[in-house]
């Protein structure tokens, strides 16, 4: 019988529940939201002590289903004010799951600032203790290996960097690779700041003696798993030495800039002269010609077999950072006006030694641009600008505080945000449906909640023209919304969707396994209902938390600005939008 | 006939126009929010394009009503997101007024930015032209004389600071008072910024051979005056040698002191030990013993006759600032737990050099000294951090950007904010009334716009228990923002409500002022209806914006901090707060 884990830091106490009848159904998302709905006040303060933040694994996380490592993160967000949840690879959740952890939640507030402790897990119990002065206020490539030595070089950590010590709106939240790298981030929100304000700067996750999750209908789970892992061998996108695991997620560095909605220069244009010396074509190329440790489709994440991660080499070959993604290299390339991958690979292994999400802290940089602090593509200033941040100096304080902050402080107007979350790296003006999701997710602007780029772009379950702003785009937006939701609960890495989107019996395997693990009949057809529940409840806590509709909409500049090439503006109209949450 | 001058700052147009019925009845406050409310988008970048900011004298400015020469200013408030009034005394308003403008409306924006212009207005036309190199980028102390200079010392000039010209969302309005000096204000939201969001630095108002506004009805309006006249003058409070002509508005100090809610140490206690130290007695007394410029009862308002202005001179006896008044001196001195006159003098004279709102800077200081910048106490380093701003580093443009700009950038949670505008010098903890008034005030936190002091403590207009938490005081609450909005759109100084409430004859003679210039019927009993449509009309404005309950409330800090001495938490009810204007 799984448990829930719960850690009081007022007075430091760690306690295991029962799994309330309302949460059986449920894991990562759908369970770290309905915990947040129904333990945080929405209009409590995010680093106050009326704010719980929870971890979950997915539903099939630690059976052994395919690509299925997700650990899910829920709070109340610092940077959006609304509820947050995100979620990270590598190998932590899959070990919780193995000890029979169904979720953690943090409650409760130290009175003394500045002083963490460490949570340590295994199969056994649950224990606090004081984090050793040189696990805090170094970076994690440094602090990752000393924890490892102390609690075994098998253990997942889930940990904050400084950045979420500073309780910094922009600081995500580490977990691990298989190969002890802090890589793997739950990014997004501000996650790793109330992870701070709690005073916790790690979860050490031991599942010696653990083993896989118990399954109620082991039949059903083994037909689930064959079909889903048939279908992601088979999709060009997933198979071995398909898109992703060839080129990566960069790969789509091109195919974006093409279409003339990759943000380039703080969301000024939409085609980077520079695009294909950040591909992924070049990361493999790069790789390949420096030798050493360089390595594509890399596993970054416990029981993948995508595999999407690289190592990326110096010119001599050692390691500079594991991974350049697409969002990433974007970010800190094409955003910052900058052509170079070992300026982009510096900067976001700067970003998983400091604790930070990369999309924030990109367009953040994007936009500090545009005030003025560094020229677009001057990479050694962005550099510098990073440790400005990682030193808590009081410019640093306000990069760290993400690109909403920035824009405030400084009065730059072009702020490319939704709910005060950065954008992603797909232009919504020429791209109209996912603007539609980065407008009326529940989460700020975020490509993954309601990936329209799918069929906008890649002809993924169908095809979509990416400049119709009509109702179509409320009905799609709403439907990936909810598959999302449904995704991000079983467990499952994101990037399944390709294949069981356009491989029907890819989406069966997928229901069948979760099926395999609650002992449920639940069918595709469940799917939207369940994912629906999901987002509403979230949507609830938002609205309780104060949005509105004015909360669901792209930033104004989109509306009056062109942008280049196609020079268009963003003009979904309003009632789209409403539409969205309203059908 | 007076005219509405609309200033077009993307073509450089300056055009006069005919006053549309709709606001022949309204002046100051109410014709500022009508025009913001009929012509800026709700969701409009609040320094972008599409923001309008307007300036208005009030109904009777200009007719030598006592105490009546307010300017009134206009926009959607980057400090807030929400509508904004803000209004100054000093004497631009009257000179507007004499020369016929009902209104400038301020509109568009240069497309190259950090360039200025003035915008010079007479008796005979308008113009613009551009801002002297000398005029911009310095102190106000050293840009009025130039000014003056080039365009007479009698002028008036509404200007920005450096503040201003930075977009920093604490910075005002400035006016010159009746000697030329730069320290009257429309200080608060962020006005400051839009103005210079617009590229203009300075309306500069020459009314020579303009003349008293036109009275529709001679007989009401003297008989008006007469009224409201001997009231003031027969009022402790506003009487010649009564409380405010005698020791200003800080003879509140040591009242609020008593009281146990005079914020202190930002908002972290209700009772200062050094108040008797920078109380109005202490001025008074300061001003005697050093002599020289020293004055209390000065006169810093065209025809006021109140006149609680003073200049407060160094040891030497030559001019440190005028003036210190209540709110400056307590945000400086108590809420910074600075027990100095000459210090809370330098830092207030800072922020009329900068363009900076003094109770927005005093309370980020005090948000500033939590954080770690400085030792509460501490008034060399808190002058240091003022220099920081007006030079606009970046720790300057964090702490220019408010209170809590500066509370989120550095994860304060103790701040002391409504709609993220800062609370003035009354704890709503143990004085609940005016807290129902920060809350539910359309212009974020302000004692200005809801009086409710003057029961709770003061016993003006009768007697209310500021301990009691009842639905009482949301009636009251509501009562005092309707009739402020009335005095705001009159043009009177908001003090003139000790003596009308307190002797009805100058209620009386207030709104018979308003039918002789206006040559309307209104009694008393219209008051409330007059007052309370545009309130309403400002919140149908918030709503667009986005606000909603929840931005009517309290902080949550206060709601569980108990605050010495009372040891009390804010307790009103939501239902409370929520009835205030849905009665």
Same mark, same amino acid.
């Given at each position: 019988m799984s448990k829930i884990l719960r850690v009081n830091m007022s007075n430091l106490t760690a306690k295991f529940e029962d799994v309330p009848d309302k949460y059986k159904f449920l894991g990562g998302r759908g369970l770290t939201s309905a915990i947040t709905c129904d333990e945080?006040?929405?209009?409590? *303060?995010? +680093?106050?002590?009326?704010n719980k933040i929870s971890f979950a694994p997915g539903i099939?996380?630690?059976?052994?289903?395919?690509?299925?490592g997700r650990l899910s993160v829920g709070c109340?967000?610092?940077?959006?004010g609304g509820i947050k949840e995100a979620n990270a690879g590598g190998i932590a959740a899959d070990k919780l799951a193995r000890i029979g952890i169904k979720a953690i939640i943090v409650e409760g507030q130290p009175k003394e600032k500045g002083k963490f402790q460490v949570l340590k897990v295994t199969k056994d119990g649950a224990e606090l203790m004081p984090a050793a002065a040189?696990?805090?206020?170094?970076?994690l490539y440094e602090t990752y290996p000393k924890m490892f030595k102390k609690f075994g070089e098998k253990t997942g950590i889930i940990s904050i960097g400084v950045t979420g010590e500073m309780l910094m709106a922009m600081s995500g939240i580490c977990v691990n690779d298989?190969?002890?790298?802090?890589?793997r981030y739950a990014g997004r929100g501000g996650v790793g700041a109330v992870m701070g304000s709690k005073g916790l700067k790690a979860i050490v996750v031991d599942d010696t003696g653990g083993s896989s999750i118990p399954l109620a209908n082991k039949e059903a789970f083994d037909s689930g798993r064959k079909k889903l892992t048939a279908a992601l061998q088979q999709h060009d996108i997933t198979k071995p030495g398909g898109t992703l695991n060839t =080129?990566?997620?960069?790969?789509?560095i091109n195919v974006i800039n093409e279409a003339g909605a990759l943000p380039t220069r703080n969301f000024s244009e939409?085609?980077?002269?520079?695009a294909a010396k950040i591909s992924g074509e070049m990361i493999k190329e790069t790789c390949e010609k420096r030798g050493g440790v360089g390595e594509t489709g *890399?596993?970054?994440?416990? %029981?993948?077999? $995508?595999?999407?991660s690289n190592v990326y080499p110096k010119e001599d070959g050692?390691? +500079?950072?594991s991974c350049q993604e697409y969002e990433s290299v974007w970010s800190f390339g094409a955003d910052c006006g900058i052509d170079s991958l070992d300026v982009t690979g510096e900067l976001i292994r700067l970003c998983n030694d400091y604790g930070l999400d990369t999309i924030e802290a990109g367009v953040t940089m994007g936009v500090a641009m545009e005030a003025? +602090?560094?020229?677009?593509?001057d990479g050694k200033k962005a550099i510098e600008l990073m440790h400005e941040i990682g030193k808590g100096t009081p410019l640093g304080h306000i990069l760290g505080g993400g690109a909403a902050l920035t824009a405030d402080t400084f009065g730059v107007i072009r702020c490319p945000t939704v709910k005060r979350q950065s954008m992603p790296? =797909?232009?919504?003006?020429?791209?109209k449906g996912i603007g539609v999701t980065y407008a009326t997710s529940t989460m700020g602007a975020? *490509?993954?909640? %309601?990936?329209m780029i799918a069929p906008? $772009? +890649?002809? @993924?379950s169908g095809k979509m023209d990416p400049a119709s702003s009509g109702m179509e785009k409320a009905e799609a937006s709403r439907n990936f919304q909810y598959a999302t939701a449904f995704i991000d609960t079983s467990g !499952?890495?994101?990037?399944i969707a390709f294949a069981i989107l356009d491989i029907p019996s890819g989406m069966e395997g997928m229901v069948e396994e979760c099926n395999g693990v609650l002992g449920t009949n639940w069918t595709v057809d469940d799917i939207g209902r369940i994912g629906g529940d999901i987002v509403k409840r979230e949507r609830a806590f938002n609205e309780g938390a104060g949005?509105?509709?004015?909360?669901d909409r792209i930033p104004e500049f989109m509306k009056y600005e062109k942008l280049p090439p !196609?020079? @268009?503006?963003?003009? @979904?109209a309003d009632e789209v939008l409403d539409k969205v949450h309203n059908p």
């Open positions: 945080v006040p929405p209009t409590c *303060h995010p +680093l106050g002590p009326n099939v996380t630690g059976s052994g289903a395919p690509t299925a109340k967000s610092p940077l959006t040189e696990w805090v206020g170094k970076g298989p190969e002890g790298r802090p890589s =080129y990566g997620t960069a790969a789509l939409g085609r980077f002269e520079g *890399h596993r970054g994440c416990t %029981g993948c077999i $995508i595999q999407c050692t390691e +500079l950072v003025g +602090l560094a020229k677009f593509g790296a =797909y232009e919504p003006r020429p791209i975020d *490509h993954t909640s %309601g990936y906008e $772009i +890649l002809g @993924v !499952h890495c994101l990037f949005f509105t509709k004015v909360d !196609h020079n @268009v503006v963003y003009d @979904v």
